[in-house]
């Protein structure tokens, strides 16, 4: 069932681990017995989940490995947490992360940097991809059945590609966000780590359902609807036996990409094509402004969204006098500037700057336009409509011969990198890079997945396997399908 192993303190993915001996060992009995009985509450019954320490739980604390919060804990669940709970699962403790969810490596967070599992041939730590990286590597190291994360522009799926396991993140909205610390709101969700397709698809499908205290949560109403749109018998047949068209990407095929990955990617195909499926290229011409709309963007949302911490309402105040006798605002300026990261720091001041006066038709509304451009380009190549489109939105422009069911590319056009080389202090610029094929999804709110792909030889290390991350993206609320697609390259 996977119980904690001495190798998460080594490997620093917990915050808050599971104490050694507690309640959840009468839950985890409980759960053997109803299953002994044959009446599993659910399929994840007495199943260890991680829970990224963004995501708040009753019983834990909830640090967004933040100064600002290193003493915080929330009086109450996320719904995702109860949710879990109600299906018998056994929270496995808070998981380490990038502060509030901000970074690629999980290399900015107030309780030092993630490990990954694995090391590169010379044995030197590599990264474990974030901002999720905790919670990636707790699945890796069998330290829980599967861990919830969450994913803004790649959090899910750059770590699941990193340390080789599997990284869903589901459509905008079908997740609750309750109880989720915002990072940048119209792109948050919560996402899921597993070793496998089928124990993402067992919890994801425990927290598919609609929750009125998230205002941004899909209605009941507009489940259903989306659940008839994709019942037309064309689209209901891509679940069962009919051959799928898969898309790929030319403007995904960067000369940044490193052979292995590239090779992953072929292999992918290939394996794809020998099932019967067929292969054909669309084009996504927006993907190379994706990047900087969304670094415009996340840092715009979160610069208001931070405004809260300050030191008198929520989290650590600064030491110190209030402004008695001290310059206005000495608290409010202390307190954060004490309590963020550099990144955060880096981010709120950017974002502060993007909505300014003078900045923002040049920065926040361009990057919006870039946006609703990136959300065309899938539009226009998916054969399924977007199903919450409104009825009387102009049809976008079709290239008719491109229409595919899902698109297939790589997660990250590398594989993951010395942790001593992307260290707190190295280029921020390196680490956005990162996300160059993850963001566009983000953007769009669409579902997609990264699976590890084994290549089996490298041509430096002939005898050590290498595993890229493989990314399946389908049209908004084919959730089931990207799974599937997920599911056949494993
Ligand atoms: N690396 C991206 C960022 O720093 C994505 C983070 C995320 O998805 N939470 O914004």
Redesign the pocket.
């Known amino acids: 069932r996977c119980l904690a192993n001495q190798n998460a303190h080594v490997l620093n993915a917990f915050i808050t681990p599971l104490p050694r001996a507690g309640q959840w060992l009468d839950r985890v009995r409980e759960a053997d017995r109803r299953s002994e009985q044959g009446k599993p509450i659910s399929a994840v019954d007495g199943r260890l989940i991680s829970i990224k320490d963004n995501i708040c739980t009753r019983d834990l604390p909830t640090t967004c490995a933040s100064g600002i919060l290193d003493k915080f804990t929330s009086p109450f669940n996320a719904t995702v947490v109860d949710q879990l709970e109600a299906a018998g699962a056994v929270i496995a403790g808070k998981t380490n992360l990038d502060e509030f969810?901000?970074?690629?490596h999980s290399v900015y967070s107030r309780f030092g940097a993630v490990k990954n599992s694995r090391r590169d041939g010379d044995g030197q730590d590599l990264s474990a991809g974030?901002?999720s990286g905790g919670s990636a590597v707790a699945v890796a190291a069998n330290q829980c059945y599967a861990a919830l994360g969450?994913?803004?522009?790649?959090?899910v799926r750059l770590p699941a590609a990193y340390t080789g396991t599997v990284g869903f993140k589901p459509s905008y909205g079908l997740l609750s966000r309750w109880g989720v610390v915002a990072?940048a709101n119209s792109l948050d969700t919560v996402g899921i780590l597993g070793r496998d397709t089928s124990s993402v698809r067992d919890v994801f499908s425990i927290l598919n359902q609609h929750d009125a205290r998230d205002p941004t949560n899909v209605s009941s109403f507009s489940r259903s609807r989306i659940l008839s749109h994709l019942q037309t018998p064309q689209l209901a047949a891509r679940l069962t036996s009919s051959p799928l068209r898969i898309g790929v990407p030319l403007e995904y095929n960067i000369k940044e990409l490193t052979p292995s990955v590239r090779r992953a990617w072929l292999l992918s195909l290939a394996h794809l094509q020998e099932q019967g499926h067929t292969i054909h290229p669309v084009s996504l011409p927006t993907t190379k402004h994706a990047l900087s709309a969304y670094y415009v963007l996340?840092p715009a949302e979160a610069s208001s969204n931070l405004a809260k911490y300050d030191g008198v309402r929520y989290g650590t105040r600064a030491e110190g006098p209030d402004s008695d006798g001290q310059p206005d605002g000495y608290l409010y300026a202390s307190t954060r500037g004490n309590g963020f990261g550099a990144e955060v720091q880096r981010r709120i001041l950017l974002g502060t700057f993007s909505l300014s006066a003078d900045a923002m038709d040049n920065y926040f509304i361009q990057a919006q336009r870039v946006r609703r451009l990136v959300q065309q380009d899938f539009n226009a190549v998916f054969t399924a409509t977007h199903p919450l489109a409104a009825a009387d939105a102009p049809e976008t422009a079709r290239s008719g011969t491109a229409d595919v069911d899902v698109i297939v590319c790589p997660t990250a056009p590398s594989p993951p990198p010395r942790l001593s080389d992307v260290s707190a202090d190295s280029s921020p610029l390196d680490a956005y890079v990162n996300?160059v094929f993850t963001v566009p999804a983000s953007l769009a709110g669409l579902p997609a997945i990264s699976v590890p792909v084994t290549v089996a030889e490298s041509e430096q290390n002939p005898h050590a396997a290498e595993v890229a991350g493989i990314q399946v993206i389908g049209q908004y609320g084919d959730d089931e399908l990207v799974m599937k697609v997920g599911e056949l390259l494993e």
């Open positions: 969810g901000m970074g690629s974030g901002s969450t994913d803004t522009g790649g959090s990072y996340a996300d």
